[in-house]
Structure formats: structure tokens, C-alpha cells
């Protein structure tokens, strides 16, 4: 049992690896001039960021060349959008997921206001597209089709490859969001020719916020959304984030190196916090595939409890979690993956997502087990209307209102 603070919120951001810190250091105290000056110390900036972007590569299978740096998967997957749309004047149709991240979400959602032609796939109980639904949507009016390789919320992957050679049977782009997916899963793209944009995300995989990547295959088109210099070859212009970048090459060369180490670690915290919920708390449910998923996540509902309260419990007894996506935390909003995924309401109230890493140790897992069991049942046995969610004793009115409360909750 430990007192220290845990971290059980992974696929948020990650812990900042030594090795990353140590890289960015030396960005400010030995290599800081600016990368574009000709004179040495713009040089020996140079440098250090071609060979954070070869590190990048190595980890992702792709020639350096075809990385451009940029802000994170948010910036990342913008650009994809745009470039791929760009590239494809002609064609006026995406197609995308019900339950990627905003950054995916809302732009379509905004093109489609602009004339574009939009499907959002849907996903079934366990959150998986349906191949037949991609093949029975698109056409040689397609121009891209986004996907995210892995649900943030959830972990479940998506079959990146299936999906690509559909779309490369019509002519359209294939971009993959990849932003939880760096990290924690082999990724070659080498081995998926079908990929023209990928997304990754420092800070998802233990380097600093603020700095990602955008992979763009060769050949295919980049439209530069911020412009005014000749950064990136022209294809993202602005005076580079030389920390987040050398720490995000530091990062990928880790885990170059060590993918298989680190996935069988966290997979095994992650194994053993799900049994350890699942063997001292009644009425959980695991939302999701739990084997076409990440090794590091459980989205895990508690009935009959409030996510938002758990958290808060949780918090105040140094464990920090998420309810579905960090960005939902502190407003009622369920998750939309969840309702995608047509979970039952009373799950997706009490669902908190559980993200271990490489970091996390086997003390830290029975704390969290033993420190939330004791919570939900607290919870519980707080709750007016029991663990059956039937009120006893309560009036009519107090009853309707409880129903309103939990529908107008639940969108
Ligand atoms: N895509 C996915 C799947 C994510 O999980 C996130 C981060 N929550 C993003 C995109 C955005 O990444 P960033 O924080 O680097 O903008």
C-alpha cells in the first residue's frame, strides 16, 4: 500500500520519461539557437532536431522526410484533414468514426457545414467499426477516410489495415490517428502502405506537451495551415519547439527500443487492476473490446454511481483517473464513445477510465484497487436510492426529478 499520489490517467498524458527531460535540457543550455540560422550554434540546433526526427522515424518505420513537427495530434490531425481534402479537389465525401477524438470530430462536423458530404461510421457493443458499413459508404467521391488506430477512452483498436485497403480500392487517403496508439503498439508503416497521414503525440508517450508529428507519405499532398516561413519544408512554418522535439526523439528511441518490455509491463498492471476490481467490486462492467484493445487501458463502469463524485473521492485520496475523456471531466456530458457504443446508462454514469504505464508499479495497482472499492461502496451506500437504483421511501416527484436528472445527464 502506498501514500504517494497515483497516476492511473495515462492516456491523458504520460510522465515526462528522464531521458526526454534530459534531451530538452540540453535544447536550452547547449543547443538553443535557432535551427534555421546558417551560422553554428543554428547548426548545432540543426542537428539535434534532424536527429530527433530520425529517432521519430526509426520508431515509426518512415524516412525522416516524411515527419513534419508540429503542435501535437490536434494540430496533426488538422493538417491531415485539410491536406487530404486539398489533395482530392474533386471529391466532396469523408468518411470518418462516431467515436474519434474532437480533434477529428469537429472539423468534419465544420466541413460538412461547408458542403462536404460527411459519414460517421458507427460502432457496435464493443466498440468496433463494421467493414461492411465502410464498404457499403464509400465511393469514387471519397476523398479521405480518418480513423483513429485506438480509442482514447476505450483502448479498442480499429482495423487499420482492413479500412486501408478498402480505401485504397476507391482512390481515397487514409489517415489514422495514432496519438494513443505511438507508444504502446508496434507501429511500421512500411508494413501499412495504405497509411498516407499519421498522427502522433509527444506527450502520450512519455516526451512534453505541445510537440507532435504529422507523417505524410511520400507523394502524398501537405497543406501548410500555418504558413509564413519555409519551416518543415514549407509545410508548417514557425521557429520549431526545439525542447518538445529532442524530447520526443529521446522518447521515440525508447521506444524503438523497448516497445515489447514496456507493452508486457503495462499489460500486466493493467491485468491485474481489472481482476482486482472485477474480484472485489460487484456490478462493474469493462466497456469495450478487452482483447482488440490497448495494453494499458480499462474503461470500467461502476453501476450505480456517479463518475463525476468517484472522481472526486478519488482525487481526494490521491488517485487521479478520468471519467471518458479528460476533456468531458467537469461538465455532465456523457461520453460520446460511449453512447456510441450504446452503453447502458446506468454504466456510463459511473465509468472511469484506468490507464496504466510503463511507470506504473504493483503497489500502485492495490492501492488503487483497495482505495476504490472502499469508495464505491461509500458511494453505494450514500446513494438515496440504493444499490438498485430503486428508490425507497421517496416521493413521486423526488423520483421523477432523480429521472430527469440522469436523462438530461445522458443527452
Ligand atoms: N487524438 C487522440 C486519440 C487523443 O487521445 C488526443 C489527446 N487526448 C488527441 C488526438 C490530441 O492530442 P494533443 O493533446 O497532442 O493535441
Redesign the pocket.
Same mark, same amino acid.
Given at each position: 500500500m502506498t501514500d504517494q499520489p497515483i497516476y492511473f490517467d495515462n492516456? !491523458? =498524458?504520460t510522465f515526462p520519461a528522464p531521458e526526454a527531460v534530459e534531451a530538452a535540457l540540453s535544447a536550452i543550455s547547449e543547443h538553443w539557437g535557432n535551427p534555421s540560422s546558417t551560422h553554428s550554434f543554428g547548426q548545432k540546433a540543426r542537428h539535434a532536431l534532424e536527429r530527433a526526427r530520425e529517432g521519430v522515424a526509426r520508431m515509426l518505420n518512415c524516412t525522416p522526410a516524411e515527419l513534419v513537427f508540429n !503542435?501535437?495530434? =490536434?494540430? &496533426?490531425?488538422n493538417t491531415a484533414l485539410y491536406s487530404a481534402l486539398e489533395a482530392l479537389p474533386d471529391r466532396k465525401h469523408i468518411i470518418t468514426t462516431r467515436v474519434?477524438?474532437s !480533434?477529428?470530430l469537429e472539423v468534419v462536423r465544420y466541413l460538412a457545414e461547408s458542403g462536404y458530404r460527411v459519414t460517421e461510421l458507427s460502432v457496435d457493443r464493443l466498440g468496433h467499426i463494421d467493414l461492411d458499413e465502410l464498404r457499403n459508404e464509400i465511393s469514387g467521391d471519397t476523398a479521405l477516410v480518418s480513423l483513429?488506430w485506438?480509442?482514447?477512452e476505450t483502448g479498442v483498436l480499429n482495423p487499420v489495415a482492413a479500412a486501408g485497403d478498402i480505401a485504397k480500392q476507391f482512390g481515397a487517403l487514409l489517415h489514422v490517428?495514432a496519438?494513443?496508439a505511438a507508444g504502446k503498439l508496434p507501429i511500421d508503416l512500411t508494413e501499412h502502405a495504405a497509411i498516407d497521414y499519421l =498522427?502522433i503525440?509527444?506527450?502520450?508517450f512519455h516526451a512534453l506537451?505541445g510537440c &507532435?508529428a504529422l507523417f505524410v507519405r511520400r507523394g502524398a499532398g501537405c497543406t501548410a495551415l500555418l504558413r509564413g516561413g519555409h519551416h518543415e519544408s514549407g509545410r508548417r512554418a514557425g521557429t520549431e519547439n526545439a525542447l518538445g522535439i529532442v524530447a520526443m526523439g529521446a522518447a521515440a528511441r525508447m521506444v524503438s527500443a523497448k516497445l515489447d518490455e514496456y507493452a508486457v509491463h503495462m499489460r500486466a498492471m493493467r491485468d491485474r487492476l481489472q481482476t482486482g476490481l472485477l474480484n472485489t467490486i460487484d456490478d462493474v462492467v469493462i466497456n469495450g473490446d478487452q482483447h482488440e484493445r490497448l495494453p494499458n487501458t480499462i474503461n470500467a463502469g461502476f453501476k450505480y454511481i456517479d463518475g463525476e463524485a468517484l472522481l472526486m473521492m478519488m482525487d481526494a485520496e490521491g488517485i487521479s483517473v478520468s471519467a471518458g !475523456?479528460?476533456?468531458k471531466s467537469g461538465s455532465m456530458e456523457p461520453s460520446h464513445v460511449l453512447l456510441a457504443m450504446n452503453v447502458p446508462l446506468s454504466a456510463i454514469h459511473g465509468s472511469v477510465r484506468f490507464c496504466t504505464s510503463r511507470y506504473t508499479t504493483t503497489d500502485e495497482v492495490d492501492t488503487l484497487v483497495q482505495k476504490t472499492a472502499k469508495i464505491v461502496k461509500r458511494l453505494r451506500e450514500m446513494s438515496p436510492f440504493g444499490k438498485d437504483h430503486k428508490p425507497a421511501g421517496l416521493t413521486a416527484e423526488q423520483i421523477a426529478a432523480h429521472k430527469a436528472y440522469f436523462a438530461r445527464a445522458s443527452g
Open positions: 492516456n !491523458s =498524458t !503542435s501535437g495530434a =490536434t494540430e &496533426g490531425n474519434e477524438h !480533434s477529428v483513429m485506438a480509442n482514447n490517428d496519438a494513443q =498522427t503525440s509527444g506527450h502520450k506537451k &507532435g !475523456s479528460a476533456c
